[in-house]
């Protein structure tokens, strides 16, 4: 990947001092942020609108102490947030060695999850990640936000009110009772050697419902995978005790609404 220039200008003071002088690369893969690589000394440079990754810089600082995330150089908010921090060594799970053997992939990414699932989540930082999912869903349907394309046809959810009316009757139930990642995705876990190395991405975490990364693994899986035939296997080896079928089915509905 070629570099791309970033001007020393655009960037906090604060920083300049932290950054190698070579130009970084681009590794942006959405409009709200945009992420820069070093990878000569295997630094991350994420910038977003202000007060956007307060809670990313936490919760990496967070699994962090529990060996599972990047190291937090530095935060600096701002009209401009600025996150700086260590690449978790490894590759992502859409690399192409780890889509080759998929059910391998599906075991490992099942029992990194209930791994995670398992872990004290004490002194975490953000401990109301369920009330602020049911509150993000309520304003974006109030806003008319919904993209039922996210959908496989298996959810058999065909319209913005169907989708509605699963969401409210059901998230009134979820608890706040487990450590999540929030986006559980094939590119935000990381392993070396088949082993796990850690998450990124991990804005959306904190403490809230599994089922909201079960929904994700399971989507993840079937869009990288190009198929659902590993659902029953990843349930299976995550542990169908932890498992509330029908609340999949609830944030499936919610997640519609962005």
Same mark, same amino acid.
């Given at each position: 990947? $070629? ?27 959405? $409009? ?36 599972? *995330? $990047? ?72 806003? *008319? ?9 298996? +959810? ?16 009134? !139930? ?19 050697? +088949?082993?796990?190395? *850690? ?38 080896? !995550? ?5 509330? $079928? ?13």
């Amino acid at each position: 990947m $070629p570099p791309t220039t970033l001007p020393l200008n655009t960037i906090p003071t604060s920083l300049h001092s932290l950054l190698p002088t070579t130009q970084p690369q681009d590794r942006s893969s959405s $409009p709200e942020a945009k992420v820069y690589y070093f990878p000569e000394s295997a630094l991350y440079l994420k910038s977003a609108p202000g007060g956007t990754l307060q809670n990313e810089a936490a919760m990496d600082s967070y699994f962090h102490q529990k060996g599972l *995330g $990047p190291e937090v150089v530095s935060y600096v908010p701002g009209e401009t947030d600025w996150l700086l921090t260590r690449a978790v060594p490894g590759e992502s799970c859409i690399h192409q060695s780890l889509l080759a053997d998929p059910r391998r992939l599906c075991d490992i990414l099942a029992q990194s999850l209930r791994m995670l699932h398992s872990l004290d989540y004490a002194h975490c930082p953000i401990t109301n990640r369920t009330e602020t999912y049911r509150r993000s869903v309520r304003e974006n349907y109030r806003a *008319g936000c919904c993209d039922l394309r996210l959908l496989p046809d298996h +959810w058999c959810i065909s319209s913005r009110e169907e989708a509605w009316q699963i969401a409210e009757r059901g998230l009134p !139930y979820f608890r706040q009772d487990t450590l999540i990642h929030g986006d559980y995705c094939l590119p935000n876990i990381l392993l070396r050697d +088949w082993q796990l190395t *850690g998450f990124i991405d991990l804005g959306f975490g904190g403490v809230g419902d599994r089922h909201v990364d079960l929904f994700w693994g399971l989507w993840s899986l079937e869009f990288n995978l190009k198929t659902n035939a590993y659902t029953r296997r990843f349930l299976d080896v !995550y542990g169908r005790d932890w498992v509330e $079928p029908e609340k999949l089915r609830v944030v499936a509905a919610a997640e519609v609404f962005g």
